[in-house]
């Protein structure tokens, strides 16, 4: 908390004109807010940017997320600047600088009792599987990442993900899956419990 009071207060002079330019974008609107499980489960409310649009087909569904995703909310995404919002996450205690990325709520129920372990800690704006791979990975690799996180987390690790995670954002590796916008769905793991590392 004592870095993330300062980093968002600095991260306001990146944040402002770019919330401006979605909410221009997006017909008002710049602020993401979804139900995320943290530490043991329990949910809070995670906030980002608004990177992709809220466009409908005919039928009233969202369109894909590559038909949302438009050319700003791509950069806004590759840069990492969506993320930015989430300081405030921090020092409301909900998320670490560092641990594991805090997903859906609708992936409780689909962990093996391995990939569960990962709620033992809790989430954070960047972790292991960032460093490793990010969105360019297996789901099977990323709850493996971040299980290896959970029995070996301690400040020296923690700052090596985070001088890793600035070397990353500079160099926008891993932003999405392969052939996808952003990264596929998870629908839970074949076998009876998640490979490790």
């Keep these: 908390m004592a870095v993330a009071a300062p980093a968002l207060l600095l991260a306001l002079a990146v944040l402002a004109p770019v919330a401006a330019a979605l909410a221009w974008q997006n017909g008002g609107t710049w602020l993401f807010r979804q ?56 020092l409301r205690g909900d998320i670490s600088l560092v641990g594991p990325r805090p997903l859906l709520e609708q992936y409780l129920p689909l962990y093996s009792a391995t990939q569960a372990r990962r709620h033992l800690v809790r989430p954070g704006i960047t972790g292991w599987a960032q460093v490793n791979g990010r969105n360019a990975i297996s789901w099977e690799q990323k709850f493996a990442y971040d299980v290896w996180y959970v029995d070996h987390v301690s400040f020296w690790v923690d700052v090596r993900i985070l001088w890793l995670t600035l070397r990353r954002v500079l160099g926008a590796h891993g932003i999405s899956a392969p052939g996808q916008a952003t990264m596929e769905a998870f629908r839970g793991t074949s076998s009876s419990d998640s490979s490790s590392l």
């Design 35 to 90: 139900r995320r499980p943290g530490l043991h489960g329990q949910l809070f409310t995670l906030y980002k940017l608004q990177t992709m649009t809220q466009r409908h087909d005919a039928a009233g569904q969202l369109l894909p997320d590559a038909d949302r995703l438009t050319p700003l909310g791509r950069w806004v995404r590759a840069t990492s600047v969506d993320e930015l919002p989430q300081l405030w996450n921090v």
